[in-house]
């Protein structure tokens, strides 16, 4: 006899058959670049709202923590949590996200980069460096980790949507002394989802990407999803869409008639709440989910 199994019941049970994530791992074993004499908060963390999310504060340690897929398919997606640039909204943009990239056989890495913006430099500044060293630390540990280095993909939500459009268009210079063992191989990865992110338009001329975000030839493939709704940032995932166009690079676009911001991976009632059922179509026709 076949039993059917209601599907909001079916995502509940594939999102619980996982492996447990490795303990979290530093970024920089040999000292957070530039930040050595800072004396910095204690990092904290709250639950807030009715949804229980998980709020980090005063990050000056980052780390990448490491969500083996059991039967994994090859492909791995680091996942940036958003806030912008002060905290990290870490449960439902950061691990309920991972734990869905398992369910789908894809191996995942909770990024948790420093926050709150550090003085005197731009806001993504130290953002940048930890999402370029665990680029190179996904890398470095393909074989041991059973990836596949040239399916190193970065999903980002608000603030941390704009960390990866950053990644995904980056020309691979660093802006700290590379480490040989974790630096060697390319900070740039292979495609990026960027789910309502933050401060993609330029302040002063809102028709261009911002100065830190540059479309070219050979930019990798992008998923964006934002709602209509969204107060600030919906003509920022429009304006990344058209430059992607414009280059001939491979984008696909979502813009929901509802669904505001900072929903995460299912914090919403609104239609957008099947933007993950869209996330995995688009990567399997990129052929992401294929061993």
Known sequence: ?????????A????LNIQAAPLDPQPLWPEGVPGEQNLELPAESVIIKGEHQIEIMSNVSEPTLTWYPAENGNGTSVIVCPGGA????AYSHEGKDVCNWLNSIGISAGLLKYRVPRRDDLAKHHAPLQDVHRAIGIIRSNAEQWSIDPERVGIMGFSAGGHLSSMALTSDG???YPAAPELDALSCIPNFAMLVYPAYQQNESDPDKLAPEITVTSTTPPAFLVVAHGDKKWTEGSARFYIEMKRKDRSCELHIFAKGGHGFGYDKTEEEIKQWPILAEKWMAAMQLLGN
């Not at 006899?1 to 019941?9: A, C, E, F, T």
């Not at 995502?11 to 594939?14: A, R």
């Open 85 to 88: 640039y002060n905290i990290l």
């Open 173 to 175: 210079t660093r802006t």
């Open 1 to 9: 006899m076949k039993v059917s199994i209601p599907l909001s019941l």
């Open 11 to 14: 995502v509940v049970l594939s």
